[in-house]
């Protein structure tokens, strides 16, 4: 490898967390979404983030490149911007290439519909879900545009998590609006396997469970090629 791609892995690295340039032996990508997704206002230095406008360009190139056969998606986040997570969510559905989602530590808020948004989605036993009705800081100004905004958004998501996962409408309204079991909050925490009995999350595993399913999908895509 030549000083100048080396140069640019280990920038890769130091700014997204991986390398995004695939090796002709890299036949699965991981894609790390981690800490707090940020999207149009930058978060302060000290926060841990994944940003969009890095995420999209890393999909976008395991989408053409041809020596990447399936994506490994990693989540421990606790949530951030709804739209430019759903906008990630909505990308890694478009993918052609076999997806698998793995939360560890947990998938909070807009968290949810990323960990659906892969083919098959996996949840260690003791990570996290928080469910929970969209929430905004700050002064709020034109309170019915706002009320009918938020309306909209928040049936973008529910729409997205049911059409992505084996949860029912009815259902996951129902978790987001509980009012027993998060201070000064409405919603409900999922643990590990409560997650999968509910239908959001398709099995309790690691990341050897996560990647031999990857494999199988990978396989079976292989076979249904022409």
């Known amino acids: 490898m030549s000083e100048e791609n080396t140069k640019k892995d280990l ?3 130091k700014e997204l967390g991986v390398s995004n340039i695939p090796r002709p032996d890299e036949r699965i990508q991981i894609l790390p ?3 707090q997704v940020e999207g149009h ?3 302060p230095p000290q926060t841990k983030a994944t940003k969009y406008e890095h995420v999209i360009p890393q999909l976008i190139s395991i989408e053409t490149n041809e020596r ?4 490994l998606i990693i989540l421990n986040t606790v949530g951030g911007d709804v739209e430019a997570g759903l906008a990630i969510a909505e990308m890694i559905r478009s993918l052609s290439k076999p997806t698998v989602s793995l939360v560890i530590g947990g998938g909070h808020s ?3 519909p990323l960990a659906t948004s892969a083919d098959y989605s996996f949840i260690s036993p003791s990570a996290t879900m928080i469910i929970h009705p969209i929430r905004m800081n700050g002064l709020i100004i034109g309170v019915p545009q706002t009320f009918e905004y938020f309306n909209k958004m928040q049936d973008r998501i529910i729409e997205f ?3 992505t996962s084996n949860i ?3 259902t996951l309204k129902k978790l987001m609006l509980q009012s ?3 201070l000064n909050d409405m919603g409900t925490i999922l643990i590990g396997n409560q997650a999968v009995e509910y239908g959001l999350i398709d099995d309790v595993g690691g990341i050897s469970e996560a990647l031999r399913k990857l494999d199988s999908l990978i396989d079976t895509t292989t076979k249904s090629k022409p």
Request: no cysteine; charged share 30%.
């Open 33 to 35: 979404i981690i800490g």
């Open 11 to 13: 920038d890769n690295i």
């Open 41 to 43: 206002m930058m978060l």
């Open 161 to 163: 998590i049911t059409r």
């Open 68 to 71: 990447v056969e399936g994506v």
């Open 110 to 112: 807009i968290g949810v």
């Open 168 to 170: 029912d409408k009815e």
């Open 180 to 182: 027993d079991e998060l």
